[in-house]
């Protein structure tokens, strides 16, 4: 394991970088650098560490200490520092960064804001929402009233890909009934606010929620759907893996710029560009690079516990699930089907650790729930993606293409939700610092994966 990890110092480099970020929470988790020192001796993982647990250490998220208790007029301009989120039919939320501190800003849905803009906002100023804790740093809530003035917009992929989301809303709402609009819009492009509150429940119970959180597998499916169109599109291949990059970027901008949907995004591009250079793509490192990136753009990602399931499951099929036999026998069906299982299987029991500490709850039938879930709801995002771009060309034609795919594929995935909540069971208080430990003996049990000559 220390040669394994010392080849691979992104790796190394993002550990290091998680340890600092975490000790301006907790300052002895400062001890991991310890462990780090003991576990790789050699000199360059050795400076890697120190600059690394350095960088965390200035980069960490500080909490902050002056919260807004009162309700009062305001009127600020700042930049916003993510990209709005739908809370309710006509309402988005983004954050609000300003001279004066972090805010969480409320505009009307018809407003025309994008991550990376600074605009001019007048309102009322008043404490966070119950429940929302620190909200990555904010220190209150603003609400909009009237006009939000744009002063200079932001990154062109932003406003793009709010343009995608809203269009591809716009035909969804069109053409279903609102509950099942709600969870094709969920599927897509994780607008969650308007999904059935029955359904919700369900699919959190039976451990698939996460089909409704854009995340790795629907970036592979949008990317695979790109690339099958860059193929045959009359253009050098580096001029196609550049927009298929391009849109990619496009793509996680509509769909929140969430850290799941990130890390994802980081590591097709990074398998992609594994092309250029000659290279064989490897997982741990993709990953790392990933989750690096991610922690230094945004450190607060650093708490999010959406990060981390989602860092625990991809690392778990990197690691334990053989890429080269999943890719040999994707043909046969029943090969398929015990890759499926077996990729279902070690996601699930990957995130156990960390969804029984959160949530005090354990999916015993999540396997099979998601066997079912996520097969229809890859499917129904690739139907209803085509089916918004046929009608961008032929409305009647999309509508139908919508109409015909959709109501089987949701029937489906309610069904595992609701089967699949039946076999959720409570587990006793457990303390996150069990997590390390358990994934230690999981990977003292890890071998490299090799290539079949």
Known sequence: MRDQLARRPIVVAFLALCVGLTSGFVPW???????????????????????CLGMGWLLRPVPPERLVWERHPTFLTGRVASVPSDISQGQRRCLFDTGQGRFTLTVPDGQDVSLGDTVRVGG???????GSGDSRGAVGHIKAVGGVEVVSAGPFVGRW?????????????????????ALVDGIAFNVTSGIDEADHVNMVRAGIVHVVSTSGVHVVLVAGMLAWLARRAPMPRTWSLAALGLLLVVYACASGLRPPMVRAVLMALMALSAYLFRR???????????????????????????????????????????????????RDPRAWLTSAWRSSLVATAATLPVVATVSGSAALAAPLANLVAVPASETLLGAS?????????????????????????LALLRGAAAAGSAGCV??????????????GIALAFWRPWVRPA
């Not at 009322?124 to 119950?130: I, K």
């Not at 809203?166 to 069109?174: E, L, T, Y």
């Not at 993606?385 to 594929?409: C, D, E, F, H, I």
């Open 29 to 51: 988790h400062a001890l991991g650098a310890v462990a780090l020192f003991w576990c790789l001796p050699d000199r360059r993982s050795r400076v890697i560490i120190l600059v």
């Open 426 to 439: 409570p587990v006793p208080a457990l303390s996150p610092y069990w997590c390390p430990w358990l994934y």
């Open 280 to 330: 064989e793509p490897d997982g741990p490192t993709s990953l790392a690079a990933a989750g690096l990136a991610t922690l230094v753009v945004d450190p607060w990602a650093v708490v999010d516990v959406g990060f981390w399931l989602s860092v625990v499951a991809v690392g778990a099929l990197v690691l334990f699930v053989d890429p080269f036999t999943t890719l040999e026998t994707g």
């Open 124 to 130: 009322e100023l008043g404490p966070l929402f119950e």
């Open 161 to 181: 890909g709010l343009a995608v989301r809203d269009s591809f809303r716009r035909f969804v709402d069109g053409a279903l009934p609102p509950k099942d609009a």
């Open 385 to 409: 993606l085509a089916s918004w771009l046929v009608s961008l060309v032929v409305p009647v034609m999309g509508k139908g293409l919508l109409l015909l795919t959709s109501g089987p594929l």
